[in-house]
């Protein structure tokens, strides 16, 4: 089995908001970013896909099973949420004996080298730590039962850049011992970019695309140009577009077909982060999107 | 499971001075106006309502949504809770029963005997019993309407088994059944099966209300 983790058709609808047939899969030895604007449904989908919220349809098959079928699935599987889920007045030592109390596969000289490597404390209370720390600790919690697949749920956010290279190092190490994966939700594209093989981008609750970051570099473009040439081109080479004063920008989603086609324009390479600034800000040519490689 | 009571016993540790605390001056109010049966039976009360308490230390950390990622389910969470509980009112007793009998000891409340050792454990006996069916109550209402109401909500956790009770004893008047010494003692045998009853009854309502509920915060 190749793929670790497999999402299909996975929605939940609620009164003001719609998670709507949300489908990726995460390969062996990979680490999937799921980028989205704030309230785009990322949450979701890991809520959903941790069985923390009951889906409407859809199925969520880890190593081709559904979560609830075995306890042994959930060891193998390590979440990081957006804060510490221990109480204040507890310490990283407690915290390793109640998770060692939890996991078969616990393994407590690792937990120790990650407190060491984290210059964690044992005994310092959890309120004392500032939020890296504290990101820190969750960290060598999730990573201390062996897990083949990590979950991560805006674990970056809210953390210097220092402390977010250190955090994306560890996440590196884990996925080059073979068969680990990482699925990461995360706002802050520039994170994804430096580690994500794959990214899924998720838009009002419906998987816009989902592509290998190196085909998204390859493939994706940004033309800046003025309203007669924007005027010429063909709408259906158009992803989005937006006009900021004079000048039009748009998203291609195929860079050498429109360097080929129009031949005065300078089409620029383009970063996650303005790729998400075009899909979410920008207009599109139709009312229903044409989106290359729409999933 | 043992990692959820673990959990539970940590957080909770860091206010056990404070419960020593309340339970001493209690001991002084109660041992003088009441006796040390009552207050056996209080301590236990109220080491009791520190269920409701661990709900909102896991409130404050988002620990359910944590815990479910764990290799436990719902049912597990559920069934830590009221072991919990059964362990909080089992020190409670305990701690009430020796503070008791030393503060009935010098307060000359109580004097030294076999029947008032023989009472004092069952006067524990009863406390137990009372703690962990008032305790019980609560742990469903927590689930339905959080640990901020659910506190709120205390009362009626005294409040039904309280009225169940005086229910039962109004039919059995009504029946004419007189209510004897032997009744009380074959009562009071049966209490724990009552208690068993009791908590598994609300165990499973608990169990029914937390399996819909989505756990996101």
């Known amino acids: ?295 | 499971m043992k990692s959820l009571i673990l959990k539970d016993l940590y957080n909770i540790g860091h206010n056990a001075k404070s419960m020593l605390l309340i339970l001493l001056v209690f001991a002084v109010g109660l041992i003088m106006s009441s006796g040390v049966e009552s207050y056996i039976i209080s301590a236990g009360v109220l080491c009791s309502m520190m269920i409701v308490t661990t709900f909102t230390f896991d409130d404050n950390c988002k620990w359910s949504k944590y815990a479910l990622i764990m290799p436990v389910c719902k049912k597990d969470i559920v069934k830590a809770k009221f072991i919990v509980l059964v362990i909080f009112c089992t020190v409670g007793v305990c701690v009430g029963t020796i503070f008791g009998v030393s503060g009935g000891l010098v307060m000359r409340k109580l004097v030294m005997s076999m029947e008032s050792i023989v009472t004092m454990l069952f006067m524990a006996f009863v406390g137990l019993i009372v703690s962990v069916i008032f305790g019980s109550m609560s742990i469903p209402l927590v689930y339905k309407f959080g640990a901020e109401k659910g506190r709120m909500l205390l009362l009626v956790s005294f409040v039904v088994p309280l009225a169940i009770c005086f229910i039962v004893y109004e039919i059995l008047m009504l029946f004419g059944v007189e209510i004897t010494d032997q009744l009380v003692f074959a009562i009071l045998c049966a209490s724990p099966l009552i208690a068993l009853i009791w908590v598994y009854i609300m165990y499973r309502i608990s169990c029914s209300i937390f399996s819909k509920q989505e756990v996101i915060g």
Not at chain 1, 38 to 54: D, R, V, Y
Not at chain 1, 119 to 148: D, F, N, Q, V, Y
Not at chain 1, 262 to 288: A, H, R, W
Request: proline share 2%; charged share 30%; aromatic share 10%.
């Open chain 1, 1 to 295: 089995m190749d793929e670790i983790l497999q999402i299909k058709d996975l929605t939940k609808s609620y009164r003001d908001f719609k998670l709507d047939r949300v489908s990726f899969s995460i390969p062996k030895g990979s680490i999937m970013g799921l980028i989205g604007e704030n309230g785009a449904g990322k949450s979701t989908t890991i809520n959903a896909i941790l069985g923390l919220i009951k889906k409407d349809k859809g199925t969520v098959r880890f190593w081709g099973k559904e979560l609830d079928s075995s306890k042994q699935i959930k060891e193998n599987i390590g979440v990081v949420f957006d804060g510490i889920n221990f109480y204040e007045t507890l310490t990283p030592e407690k915290v390793g004996k109640i998770c060692a109390a939890a996991y078969k596969q616990w393994d407590s000289s690792t937990y120790q080298k990650f407190l060491e490597r984290f210059s964690l404390s044992k005994g310092k209370e959890i309120k004392t730590l500032s939020k890296g720390m504290k990101m820190k600790l969750s960290i060598a919690a999730a990573l201390s039962h062996r897990p083949k697949l990590l979950i991560l749920d805006e674990a970056t956010s809210g953390l210097d850049p220092v402390m977010r290279a250190d955090i994306l190092e560890i996440f590196a190490e884990f996925v080059r011992e073979g068969g680990h994966s990482i699925l990461m939700s995360s706002h802050i594209t520039t994170d994804l970019e430096k580690v994500a093989d794959y990214i899924t981008f998720i838009h009002r609750g419906k998987v816009l695309f989902c592509k290998r970051k190196s085909e998204l570099c390859r493939d994706y473009g940004m033309i800046r140009c003025e309203s007669d040439l924007f005027e010429k081109f063909d709408r259906a080479d158009i992803l989005a577009y937006r006009r900021e004063g004079n000048q039009w920008n748009i998203l291609v989603g195929d860079k050498e077909m429109a360097k080929n086609k129009y031949k005065n324009v300078v089409v620029d390479t383009i970063t996650i982060e303005d790729m998400l600034l075009m899909y979410v800000k920008g207009d599109k040519p139709n009312e229903e999107p044409y989106i290359k490689g729409f999933v």
